[in-house]
């Protein structure tokens, strides 16, 4: 069972960045594809960036495509999302998310509880 902890969410003004962490314990996270999600207000969740285990392939939503970067340090057990050039349409929760990816489908089994990212005008 893996237990995954977002933090580094916070509020910044459009333009700004912020660093997210989601930092993972128990089970074999490091052999887990990792994800990061949002949820905006109103809106149903959806997906941001994702990261396989080894980190050779890596996707990210167009939405934010050239402003976030994610990255796995597995021996510190931690993905982060930087995030550069916020904008005000990228307020949402954050949740980081791990699972396996089996014959290239991947699956979300654990999940964060989320941290706030609000970007003012």
């Known amino acids: 069972q893996v237990q995954l902890v977002e933090s580094g969410g916070g509020l910044v003004q459009a333009g700004g960045s912020l660093r997210l962490s989601c930092a993972a314990s128990?089970?074999?996270?490091?052999?887990?594809?990792v994800g990061w999600f949002r949820r905006a207000p109103g809106k149903e969740r959806e997906f941001v960036a994702r990261?396989?285990?080894?980190?050779?392939?890596?996707n990210y939503a167009e939405s934010v495509k050239g402003r976030f970067t994610i990255s796995r340090d597995n021996a510190k057990n931690t993905v982060y999302l930087q995030m550069n050039s916020l904008k005000p349409e990228d307020t949402a929760v954050y949740y980081c998310?791990?699972?396996?990816?089996?014959?290239?489908?991947?699956?979300?089994?654990?999940w964060g509880q989320g941290t706030q990212v609000t970007v003012s005008t």
């Open positions: 990261v396989t285990y080894s980190g050779s392939n890596i």
């Open positions: 998310a791990a699972g396996p990816v089996r014959v290239g489908v991947w699956s979300w089994d654990y």
């Open positions: 128990g089970g074999t996270f490091s052999t887990n594809a």
